[in-house]
């Protein structure tokens, strides 16, 4: 058995999904952002706690369809394994970050509708992570817009 840890991560995409090329493996980050809610009795009204940001990585075919189907905005729901990325800035310093490296990707249907449509595509080769360190970087380092509710 293994010792993943294994997150479901619910929110709205907060930063474009663009697809990027490693060593010929199709690849996207992008960033979820989660903020919860709870009534306030006091203030007979909805009040938000903190938002949560989670930078979320896929890789092949997911990596693909998340970047054919998902926007800026779009309640998601992302199942996959933590994982810490470490990398150096052009500066030297050392950077690290926590990811979720997604096994699956989907619209959160109690927000709206979608269709589905299958898409033939031939297997990947194997899997590649460059241009990672300089995707968070970029991530981390760029104003992600906050997401409509």
């Known amino acids: 058995m293994s010792n993943d840890n294994v997150l479901t991560f619910h929110g709205h995409v907060g930063t474009p999904v663009e697809l990027r090329e490693g060593a010929s493996v199709p690849w996207v980050l992008f960033r979820v952002a989660s903020t919860p809610s709870f009534w306030d009795q006091a203030s007979r009204s909805w009040r938000d706690l903190p938002t949560t940001w ?84 970029e991530l981390e380092n760029g104003a992600a817009q906050s997401p409509a509710a």
């Open 54 to 137: 989670m930078s979320i990585k896929a890789f092949r075919h997911l990596a693909q369809n998340a970047a054919e189907s998902l926007a800026v905005g779009d309640p998601v729901v992302v199942i996959g394994r933590l994982r810490t990325e470490t990398w150096a800035t052009k500066e030297g310093e050392a950077r690290e970050s926590t990811v979720l490296e997604a096994t699956l990707i989907a619209h959160d249907l109690s927000r709206g509708v979608t269709r589905f449509r299958k898409v033939d595509r031939q297997q990947g080769q194997a899997q590649a992570s460059d241009g990672t360190a300089e995707a968070l970087a």
